[in-house]
């Protein structure tokens, strides 16, 4: 069962620009995270946030929690072509759960 | 470099055939986790073990098996019974936090 809905499904902007995604879920979480997944590989993790935070900065990236509305979003600053990928939200429930994953969002970055 | 190492990269399997998918970790995690993806459905979980000598069905288990004898590998098998196995497997390790990845196994039946 995926419990992470990204919104939108595609994204295109122009280098330099913000890009913002948005992930929703149903149930509640101990903490969400995002990945990014480049073509044909692995993801890799990009951040953490936990249930009792409502917002967390990584270099470029700023990630926002909102518990009552249960959605998080990512904002990539100053974007560049080479953040061109595909990010995916993932929710964990608590102690000895798993992750459950949304579908993704498609990101591409124009030079 | 400690990591997670899936392989091999590209497999080919006829029809009726199993296959193992290799999945190797040396960062001294106690979970693993093998997923599958399909073009636009995004991460299924197949399987995972919280610790060696135990492991779980996921949401799609059905015409796979696992093994959990050794904490650094969980080798993934893809039988005959599963009959759309043509996709792209991802092996995950964690101790906390964030799960790292292998680079993936790309399987085509033939």
């Known amino acids: 069962s995926q419990q992470g809905e990204e919104d939108p499904q595609a994204l295109s902007i122009q280098e330099g620009e913000n890009a913002t995604m948005n992930c929703s879920y149903k149930?509640?979480?101990?903490?969400l995270q995002w990945y990014r997944q480049n073509s044909g590989r692995g993801l890799v993790h990009l951040i953490l946030?936990?249930?009792?935070?409502r917002e967390k900065h990584s270099g470029r990236l700023r990630v926002t929690l909102d518990t009552s509305k249960k959605s998080s979003s990512l904002l990539i600053t100053a974007s560049r072509a080479a953040d061109t990928a595909s990010y995916f939200c993932?929710?964990?429930?608590?102690?000895?759960?798993?992750?459950?994953f949304g579908k993704g969002i498609t990101l591409s970055v124009r030079p | 470099d400690g990591g997670i190492t899936q392989s091999p990269k590209y497999l080919f399997r006829k029809e009726g055939q199993n296959v193992t998918l290799s999945c190797e970790q040396n960062?001294?995690?106690?979970?693993m986790y093998w997923y599958r993806q399909d073009p636009g459905q995004g991460l299924r979980l197949i399987y995972y073990?919280?610790?060696?000598?135990?492991?779980q069905k996921g949401d799609i288990a059905e015409g796979y098996s696992v093994s959990r004898e050794k904490k650094e590998s969980f080798p993934l098998t893809v039988t005959s019974a599963q009959k759309n196995p043509t996709a792209f497997y991802l092996c995950?390790?964690?101790?906390?936090?964030?799960?790292?990845f292998g680079s993936g196994t790309r399987l085509t039946v033939v």
């Open positions: 995950a390790s964690s101790r906390q936090g964030g799960y790292t």
């Open positions: 149930t509640s979480i101990n903490n």
């Open positions: 946030i936990r249930s009792n935070e």
């Open positions: 993932a929710t964990h429930p608590g102690a000895n759960s798993k992750l459950t």
């Open positions: 960062l001294n995690h106690d979970a």
């Open positions: 073990s919280q610790i060696v000598n135990d492991f």
